[in-house]
Structure formats: C-alpha cells, structure tokens
C-alpha cells in the first residue's frame, strides 16, 4: 500500500466513529438512517447540507441531534423575512467604554450552524451565506474574519411553493454539497417516533460520541481516500452529460463534480474502503447533482423531472476502463 493511502486502523476508526454518531442520531430521527448517513458524510466531505421537505417531518430535528452528538460549537438561525444580513454575518459596532469599534459575530460563527427554513428570507439575506460557504470566512466593513473548523451548514427549507417562501437563487444552490428530503416515516416508525418524543425532548438527552479532533481526523482520511483514475473520468463525464442534455437549460458545474469526489471518498470510507467504487458514485449521484439542474422548458411542458434526467444519464453514460 502506498505512503499516500490510509492504515486500515484508520478505515476502522473512521468507520466506528461514523456508526457510532449515526446510532446516536438515529436515537432521535427514526427510521431515516440513509439521510443521517449522508448528513454525516456531508460534513467528512467538508460541504453543506440542504433538506427540503414539508413540516414537521424531522427536518430540524436532524440537525439538531447531529450537533447534540458531536463536540463542537452549534448556533442556529431562523429565517424569516425581516432577517439582515448582518443578523447572520455579524456586525461592527462602537464600544464606548473602549472607544473602539468592536466586530460582534453573527450566527454563522459555529462549527455547525442550522439555518432554519432558509427560503422565507430575502434574497439579499440569502446572499449573506455565500461567501461565509464557499470561502468560510465572513468580510465586514473591509476586515475579514475566518469561521472555525470543520464547519457546516445544514439549512432546511419548505418546498417553494409553499407561502412565504423564496426559491433560492442558482448560485445559492450549488453552494450546498447535497439536497435530500426526509419524506415521511413508515407506519413502525411513527409508531417509535410517538413513543420516543410524546413526553419530553430526545435531543436534549443526547451525549456527544466523537470530538472535534475525531471529525477533523475523519477529514483527512476522507481526503486520503483512493480514486483511480478512470472513476475520475467517469464524474466528468457526468457532469459533462448534464451540460448537454437535450431536457436541461443548466447542468452540474465543474464544483458539483469536485463535490461529488470528495462525497465518494467520505462514502467509501464509511463503507470501511481505501478506495472509491462505482456504486459509491451512482450512489450519491442524485444527493450531489440533482439539485444543480435547471429544466428548460419544454422539458417542464412535458413533465419531465430532474431525477428521471439524471437517471437516464446513470444509464447511458459508461465507466472508462483506463484501457
């Protein structure tokens, strides 16, 4: 095995570390171990998280017993139409006492953040998260304040039809790894849930099972994970299909295919691999890239959906044998 490869012990660490937080936050969210899973592989692969789907199905509460598990600072921000700019980044202001303007942190300055029910704010709010994303640090008043390590967002959205809401921008979009939906819990698992949440708070029970130095650790292993090289030209080539696909206007940016490697290598690691596989990659396909699609017209007139797309692509496009 090479230098540049990790010790197996490493794989098994990684892989208890990650079963272990995934039991805990299953102890909250019943019956949804495969939007945990990817959560958690979400931030190993240094990205961020958006949930959408109709209230009241767990998406808060995902994201909350996340953070209850693990050992790190957590804020949370609630969206809403009145909500600055500065309420998220922070702000300076001048201290008195001091005679000096001081720099007060908004709530992204946690290692992880919940933005809650991100679409109900406007679209200039929702810009305020780009650069703190994507470059993860925050520029105020010309002075630039790095945010801690590991960081993520988790933002949960309410589909965008709904009232009050605002679509998020393009640019928005791909700034987040994955998009997933919780979807309702079968009937045994509502059972569970009625059972479990009916007197008091699960989340507030919850004991962290991995430290902040487990998950940078976890980090680094992802990021020492094997891709051969056809597998790398096998991501391209997706991407590159969605960008010419008769039914799309938009297809998945040259980020969304480095998203989907660094997704794959968390994955496999989870699996207890060094190396990627294809499943690993048709796997987190539509986690990663269905979000990052536009239709174009005549593809909505007819009713196509973005997940039959990008199944029809899984299909036609071939893994390169390197040969």
């Known amino acids: 095995m090479s230098a540049s490869r990790p010790a197996l012990a490493a794989i098994d660490s990684y892989g208890d570390v990650f079963s272990a937080v995934v039991a805990s936050v299953g102890r909250v969210v019943v019956g949804k171990e495969e939007a945990v899973r990817l959560t958690l592989a979400c931030l190993l692969a240094q990205g961020h998280m958006l949930i959408e789907d109709v209230p009241g199905v767990g998406k808060t509460v995902l994201a909350k017993a996340l953070a209850a598990s693990l050992e790190c600072t957590w804020g949370r921000i609630q969206f809403t139409s009145d909500l600055l700019p500065s309420d998220v980044t922070g702000v300076t202001v001048y201290n008195r006492s001091s005679s000096a303007f001081e720099f007060r942190p908004g709530g992204i300055f946690a290692n992880l953040v919940l933005g809650d029910e991100v679409n109900r704010a406007s679209p200039k709010t929702q810009s305020a998260l780009l650069e703190a994303m994507e470059e993860r640090q925050v520029t105020a008043d010309g002075t630039t304040h790095v945010l801690p390590s590991p960081f993520m967002v988790i933002a949960t959205q309410n589909p965008v039809d709904h009232e009050g809401t605002y679509p998020l921008p393009e640019s928005q979009l791909d700034r987040f790894l994955m998009r997933i939906a919780m979807g309702y819990p079968s009937r045994a698992a509502e059972i569970a849930v ?30 020492s994970i094997h891709v051969a090289p056809s597998l790398k030209a096998y991501i391209v080539d997706l991407a590159s299909a969605t960008r010419h696909h008769r039914d799309l206007a938009l297809g998945a940016s040259p980020r969304a295919a480095l998203g989907l490697l660094r997704s794959a290598r968390a994955w496999a690691a989870a699996a207890g691999r060094e190396y990627v596989v294809p499943d690993d990659i048709k796997a987190l396909a539509g986690p990663v890239l269905e979000h990052r699609l536009v239709l174009n017209t005549e593809a909505s007139i007819r009713g196509a959906t973005r997940n039959d797309v990008l199944a029809q692509i899984l299909n036609h496009i071939p893994i390169a044998t390197g040969r």
């Open 194 to 223: 009625l059972d479990t949440h009916s007197r008091n708070s699960v989340v507030a029970n919850l004991t962290p099972v991995a430290s902040l130095g487990d998950i940078e650790h976890m980090i680094l292993v992802a990021q």
